[in-house]
């Protein structure tokens, strides 16, 4: 018996499929997403910068809707930032566009490095799904 149910969406089960995780794992109510990056379906990475955080801020959004929960129910953001400094005005520029108020707890880390060469961030959240 497991304690968690996997959240795979479709787009993102070459996660679970070739890289041995699930993208997010449900809980009772709670929803903890693993750590998102700018790819495509195919991991391919987005190359420009801007592109490469809302891909990401995608990838997140479809886990929370295969959960059946949403960008209001996120309650803390994990982001690690190879060039934190650089990117941080960027980042909060593409998290306002799904992030509003009242906002998450958040936390932002620079990393000396991700998954990929050409990765400028991971980001990680945990979501309270509303109950159906």
């Not at 059946?68 to 566009?97: H, I, K, P, S």
Request: with cysteine; net charge negative.
């Amino acid at each position: 018996m497991t304690l968690f149910d996997p959240v795979v969406p479709k787009d993102l089960d070459v996660l679970r499929s070739q890289r041995g995780y699930s993208p997010g794992v449900r809980t009772g109510n709670m929803l903890f997403v693993s750590g998102m990056l700018g790819r495509s379906s195919d991991l391919s990475i987005v190359e420009e910068p801007e592109a490469q955080l809302v891909q990401m801020f995608d990838n997140l959004g479809l886990v929370l809707k295969e959960a059946g929960a949403d960008w209001n129910g996120v309650v803390e953001m994990t982001a690690f930032l190879t060039e934190l400094q650089r990117d941080y005005a960027l980042f909060m520029q593409v998290r306002d566009r799904y992030i509003h108020e009242p906002y998450p707890a958040m936390t932002m880390i620079g990393a000396a490095e991700l998954a990929q060469p050409g990765l400028i961030c991971e980001l990680k959240a945990v979501a309270v799904v509303p109950d159906r």
